[in-house]
Every structure is written in C-alpha cells, then in structure tokens.
C-alpha cells in the first residue's frame, strides 16, 4: 500500500479525486495526511468526511518560509511517507522539503509546462489566443513548477471558452489523470523516463 500525504489549500476536488479512487481501490494506496495551510480551506472538511488525519499549519503563524517548512516537515517525518502530492497547494516549498523527499514530491499544475509557470494561467491562455491548453504532474524541486514532468493532459481551446469554462474542463483532466499516476506509483509502473501525454 502506497502511504501518501495530500497538500492542499483550498476546494480539495483533486483531494477529493484521490479519496475516491483510494477508496475503490483504484489506486492500491492509503492517504495517511491531508496538511492544509488554510485553516478555511474546504478541502478539510472532505479530509474530515472521510475521517483523515488532517492537520492545518497556518503559514501566517510562522516567521518565515523556512520555520513554516519545518513545522511541516515535523508532520511529514512522523510517517513513512512514499509519496507527497501537492494539490491545490499555494506555498512554494524550501529545500529543507523538497531536498528531504527527492523524487518523492509531486505537484498537479493548470498549464502544459514549462507555458505558464505560476498563476493565471487560464488567463494567459485566452489573453494569448492560445489554441491549446492542458495540465502537468512533476516532480517537485526547488524550482517553481520546474521539476521533471511525469505526465501531460491537453485539451483543445474552444473559441467560446470563459475563464470558467476552461476552469472546468482543466479540473475534469486533472481528476481524471492525478488518481492515474498515483496508482502508477503504487504499482510501480511510473516511468521516470518518458513522459505520459494524453489529448482528452
Ligand atoms: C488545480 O487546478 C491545480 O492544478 C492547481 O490548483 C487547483 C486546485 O484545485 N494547482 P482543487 O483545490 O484541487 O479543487
């Protein structure tokens, strides 16, 4: 069984997509942490209905990035954790974490990297005119969404899309490829070495 720990600072539905395949099994693995920095983020309350471990860590109640990352690391620490997936989670980590769990770190990310690293990204996309438009699971580094890239979800921009309609459509990409390759890591099947480019 995979021991995972979930990041999360707000909705939670990719959270969410991960309980749910735990729970039928599609991914042979185990949430055994939910950390949310946000003591108001909804995704606790989804951490709780599904009675999880889930601890809030207020980055406003620590002096500084790193003391924030060590309080966190103290969590993750007491589990013998085989993967950490940021999910929604808004703090860039220090490398006190990410130099702790190489390769064991990996973050789902709204654009199809390395366009659009950071915020916004739906925005950039109808701003630019882009035609395409999709997600990204990497590895976590201390490089802002610049760790190695495990997976690729694309979707083709319509015209008409909003903000909230491309909004959706990436959710519905990311819920359906995040729980994919956390049950790759349970398995073992994770190929670090070729990327998984998916057109949905
Ligand atoms: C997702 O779009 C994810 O790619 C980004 O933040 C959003 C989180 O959504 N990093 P949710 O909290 O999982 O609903």
Do not use: W
């Not at 990410?98 to 199809?112: G, Y």
């Not at 491309?166 to 959710?171: A, D, W």
Request: glycine share 6%; net charge positive; aromatic share 6%.
């Amino acid at each position: 069984m995979l021991k995972i720990a979930v990041l999360i600072s707000g909705n939670g539905s990719n959270l969410q997509s991960l309980i749910d395949a735990c729970e039928k099994n599609t991914i042979r693995g185990e949430i055994q942490l939910v950390i949310s920095n946000n003591p108001n983020a909804f995704g606790i309350q989804r951490a709780k209905k599904h009675s999880l471990n889930c601890k809030v860590i207020n980055n406003e109640d620590f002096k500084s990035r790193e003391d924030f990352d060590l309080a966190i690391l103290q969590e993750l620490k007491k589990i013998n954790l085989d993967l950490i997936v940021l999910a929604g989670f808004m703090r860039i980590l220090t490398p006190i974490i990410t130099e702790s769990f190489e390769e064991k770190i990996i973050n789902i990310h709204p654009s199809l990297l390395p366009k659009y690293p950071g915020l916004n990204t739906h925005e950039s996309v109808i701003k630019n005119g882009d035609k395409k438009h999709g997600i990204t699971i990497h590895f976590v580094n201390d490089v802002l969404d610049g760790g190695k890239i495990i997976a690729q979800g694309e979707i083709s921009v319509r015209q008409s899309d909003t903000l909230q309609d491309l909004k959706k459509r990436i959710h519905s990409v990311e819920h359906a490829m995040l729980p994919m390759v956390v049950s790759k890591f349970a398995d073992g099947s994770i190929c670090k070495y070729e990327k998984i480019y998916k057109k949905f």
